[in-house]
């Protein structure tokens, strides 16, 4: 894990929620990822339950868009809630297969998709999924010690990036969808 990585990773040039993020990962930065993969799943409970315990406390307004979690402000409380460890689990599996697709775009490009699509049910606003990257690189920390280098936090930036980037568009495509069939009340996208 020590090699180097290119410092020139794409990032997307525009921030517009229209625009579909595009990731140029290099053949190292996905064999970093992968193999980073390979140490944060031997502790990969733990590392759900960091990220969101962080991810609220750093956040709180994100806890609104959880019934179970919204009235509980004692971290210890949410450390052993089974409802955030589950959901932790959930979204570190959401991770292990993005992880999985690295080598196939057009698969990881349909999951990132459509979770974002889910995520418009429920109601969790895309400026929510880029508050997830940072918590994730602090909660992956203990399971990498020194082998979190920035080239490998650089790896999974641009991962999450392209990740959100398809989530978000996940999001208004279903949002669309629910505003031409006029199932939903409308929501304000543009605070989205």
């Known amino acids: 894990m020590g090699c180097p990585i290119s410092a020139s990773a794409q990032k997307p040039a525009a ?3 229209e625009e579909i993020a595009l990731v140029n990962l290099t ?15 031997q502790d990969i409970t733990r590392a759900g339950i960091i990220l969101f315990v962080r991810l609220f406390e750093s ?3 994100c806890k609104e868009v959880f019934f179970e979690f919204r009235g509980v402000d004692d971290v210890e409380m949410l450390r052993v809630n089974k409802e955030l460890r589950a959901h932790g689990l959930r979204v570190m599996s959401f991770i292990e297969k993005s992880v999985a697709r690295l080598h196939e775009p057009e698969r990881l490009e349909k999951l ?17 999924f880029m508050y997830v990257m940072p918590e994730f ?15 490998l936090e650089d790896a999974w930036k641009a991962l999450f990036q392209y990740l959100t980037g ?13 505003t031409v069939s ?10 989205i």
């Open 112 to 128: 990132a998709f459509d979770l974002g699509r889910k995520h418009y049910n429920y109601n969790a606003i895309p400026k929510y």
């Open 59 to 61: 956040h709180p307004e």
């Open 182 to 191: 006029s199932t939903v009340p409308d929501r304000n996208l543009k605070d």
């Open 15 to 17: 921030d517009t929620l």
């Open 137 to 151: 690189i602090r909660a992956i920390g203990p399971s990498l010690k020194d082998g979190l280098t920035p080239e």
């Open 27 to 41: 053949d190292k930065q996905r064999e970093l990822i992968m193999d980073s993969w390979k140490c944060i799943q």
């Open 166 to 178: 398809m989530m978000r568009q996940g999001f208004h495509e279903e949002a669309r969808r629910h």
